[in-house]
């Protein structure tokens, strides 16, 4: 039986990708985690991978053909004779489709998918959870895992020691994938500064008095001068794709909360946009809904810049991992016996140098 290789989506908001390259050709034999193609969005070339072994039997697209995340790139099967299903061809950007409004289960599932309502034909005046479904089967696509996909080098060989391999779980993927791209993609560096704490520690004692807060809002009340330190200087605010800067409109502030054993890299969107009390409150609603286990997606993604803390620990001194597409992430940590304490930064030196880490970090040290 034939089996499909379907457009990735790659961004959350890139409903399009544009195939860029073909690694392999009708009749060639793939392996599982093999590079088939390559294909290009808004902001990054991507490696796409087969998720089977077989044999390529048919091309549904060209090189420079906009698909439809979700579309089918390609067919395999176990031998070179199986049929191949009669389906359309991957739809393009801006291709025919239906216009009806799809009913809310048509677009929990399209959401889940990564498929445009414009590309799926409705019965009748609502795109309906059938019609879904129905171009579900007639296209072969099937619900898949929603996280990336991680491709291992062919080289790697297991250790010469006794043991079995065992999947990754979502956290771990997720992890695998951040720790990649730091190594892979960004011109990671490292930086820090001394200052007194009692500033910040009295600053937050003062609002937790004027707001009747029974917990200290000192990380969020950092975390929120983060954001407008950021705000006022948007370079900060930035990433490098393909060559090029990418200047993000928002700052989503990524920030970590550890759950039980799992580590979170909780978003606050549109982080710019609040005033300090609904930022806090916004703040608090993230690492509730991460320790509760229940975060949405844009919870858990498109962070621009982030922020870490291991006071908690009483760790001194660590140096985070950047998220992918993230090039600043603040390091804050316990005070030192001598009363001192550091801030630091992990950032991109693609995109920041350290004079422009440096100035951040010694206007953080002090409330504004």
Known sequence: MAFALHAPRVNNNDDIVQVIAFRVGVGDFVKLGDIVLDVETDKAIVEVAAENDGYVLKLMCEVDDKVAVGSILLWQGESLDEPVPEAP?????????????????ARALLKELGLDAAVVPAAGDRLTLADVEAHMAAHGIQRRDRTPAVTVSAQESLPD????????????RGMLITV?????????TYLEVEYDPKAWEDHAAAYAAE??????????LLAYRYVQLVKASPRLNATV???KRFQYQPV?????????????????????????????????????HAIQRKLSRAETSGA????????????????????????????????????????????????????????LLMELAKPA
């Open 304 to 359: 621009t810049i982030a922020f870490s803390s291991m006071a908690r620990w009483n760790v001194s001194r660590h140096i985070p991992i950047l998220p992918p597409y993230c090039s600043l992430m603040i390091a804050h940590a316990a005070p030192k016996g001598s009363g001192r304490a550091v801030l630091g930064a992990s950032y991109d030196h693609r995109v920041l140098s350290g004079f422009d880490v440096a100035r």
């Open 161 to 172: 020691v006794p043991g079995e391999l065992r999947d990754l779980n979502a956290e771990e």
């Open 252 to 288: 989503n502030l990524g920030f970590t909360v550890q759950a039980g054993e799992t580590l979170y890299l909780t978003v606050v969107r549109d982080a710019e946009s609040l005033e300090a009390k609904p930022f806090i409150e916004a703040l608090g609603e993230v690492q509730r």
């Open 241 to 243: 794709v393909n060559g």
């Open 211 to 220: 707001n009747k807060l029974m917990l200290s809002p000192l990380l969020p």
């Open 180 to 188: 990649s791209w730091h190594r892979d993609h960004a011109a990671a």
């Open 89 to 105: 061809v991957v739809a393009a950007a801006g291709g025919g489709g239906g216009n009806a409004r799809p009913t809310a289960k």
